[in-house]
């Protein structure tokens, strides 16, 4: 018989293992891709914090492909609007993921939403340029 080994982490991540293996395999996965997107944000904040990059000033225009999940819009818009200050729109980007994920809004329409939701932010922002000038 093999030694029981302890539990391995702390008391957060032992938490998170036990919700994890609660979920069926799709909720399964959209906690993993939901975390895939908290960690590269956050990777994200800490490389540009480090150094100054010149940043389009206008959306990329690029296209939205055929059955795309939550999380890769989410990726592509992110792509598509260099100039949009991410964290001013975080929490609205939480609430569409999450209806996604926990309530069963269909991806197809989360994405709409947040195309919209970046585009405002995009407007709001060049219009804040134009005012500083």
Do not use: C, W
């Amino acid at each position: 018989m093999l030694p029981v080994m302890p539990p391995q982490g702390n008391k957060q991540e032992r938490e998170l293992i036990k919700l994890f293996k609660a979920l069926d395999s799709v909720n399964q996965h959209s906690l993993l891709s939901y975390a895939d997107f908290l960690q590269q944000r956050s990777a994200g904040i800490t490389e540009n914090s480090s150094e100054e990059k010149e940043v389009a000033t206008e959306p990329l225009d690029i296209p939205r492909p055929e059955n795309e999940s939550v999380i890769k819009g989410i990726k592509r818009l992110t792509a598509n609007y260099p100039m949009v200050d991410k964290e001013s729109i975080l929490h609205p980007i939480a609430g569409l993921m999450t209806s996604h994920m926990v309530s069963g809004k269909k991806a197809e329409d989360v994405i709409d939403e947040l195309e919209v939701l970046f585009s405002a932010e995009y407007q709001k922002t060049k219009n804040n340029k134009k005012e500083t000038k």
